[in-house]
């Protein structure tokens, strides 16, 4: 293999860096500059060119994926607008069967304290509200607990499902 | 394109292809000349520009040659290319202007 046969196979695997759409419509063009470019007796690219080549490949991989950008952006805003709509449902469901949570845990443990169920909803669905534990939830350890940290469960995790995007 | 300053290496390629269409070799060639030797631009750069200049609607390819074997692209200036050159050499004219009259004004040397 001749030199200059060496020099272009090297300038070749360095344009395989470009996108293939790229390398398509340019690849012979710019093999065409590049060994014109290059003095005789050379057999490796110049350290210059090489980085100059990968990273106008990496720009132009850059450009040539820049159109997908906006769907993903569309898709963004919608699971954005869907974690919102889960949120609101969440809380909305809270609120509306806090009376009915409370007749359920009473009705469980009817020697629970009418008052101490109560305060078991309600610290479930400040959590709720406010995304962590409320200082005043009932740190008793009673089976009434789990009840309401799973309203708080998750009406957060809706709120963990929105602030992740 | 927008209208802020254009890049030297831009204003060069067009300013090579204001006299004619050219291939790559011949615009990086010529670069050279006009800047005198200060700007030698790299094939990466070039094909980077060449592609965000078509897709201003700049500059268009002229026509294919083949020769020995290899495939070259001639470019060459669309209308709005010219204009677009003309206002950025009138741009950088007056810039110039006025840097000149006031050197002129000083005596061309710096004062405390």
């Known amino acids: ?165 | 394109m927008s209208k802020r300053a254009m890049q030297e290496a831009t204003f060069l390629i067009l300013t090579a292809l204001a006299a004619g269409s050219q291939h790559g070799y011949g615009i990086i060639i010529d670069v050279t000349g006009i800047s005198d030797g200060r700007v030698r631009l790299r094939a990466g750069t070039l094909y980077t520009a060449l592609d965000r200049l078509r897709k201003d609607g700049l500059v268009e390819v002229d026509r294919e040659e083949v020769v020995d074997s290899r495939l070259r692209r001639y470019y060459r200036l669309t209308r709005d290319g010219s204009e677009r050159l003309a206002e950025e050499a009138a741009r950088l004219q007056a810039n110039a202007y006025v840097a000149m009259s006031r050197l002129d004004l000083d005596g061309g040397v710096a004062t405390a």
Not at chain 1, 25 to 34: P, T
Not at chain 1, 108 to 126: D, K, W
Not at chain 1, 136 to 158: D, F, K, S, W, Y
Request: proline content about 5%; some cysteine; hydrophobic content about 40%.
């Open chain 1, 1 to 165: 293999m001749t030199d200059r046969a060496r020099l272009e196979q090297r300038y070749r695997r360095l344009l395989k860096c470009y996108p293939r759409a790229c390398r398509v419509e340019r690849q012979e063009e710019m093999l065409g500059v590049l060994m014109a470019c290059a003095r005789d007796g050379r057999r490796w690219p110049g350290r210059t060119d090489s980085v100059n080549l990968i990273a106008n490949a990496l720009l132009m991989r850059v450009r040539f994926h820049a159109p997908r950008s906006i769907p993903t952006v569309f898709w963004a805003v919608r699971l954005m607008a869907l974690g919102a709509v889960l949120e609101l449902a969440s809380l909305v469901t809270v609120v509306a069967t806090r009376s009915d949570l409370a007749a359920a845990v009473a009705r469980h443990y009817p020697a629970m304290p009418v008052a101490h169920v109560h305060h078991l909803v309600n610290a479930g669905s400040s959590r709720s509200r406010s995304g962590r534990r409320s200082p005043r939830a009932c740190g008793c350890g009673c089976p009434g607990r789990p009840i309401a940290a799973t309203v708080g469960r998750v009406a957060g995790l809706a709120r963990c499902s929105r602030s992740r995007q």
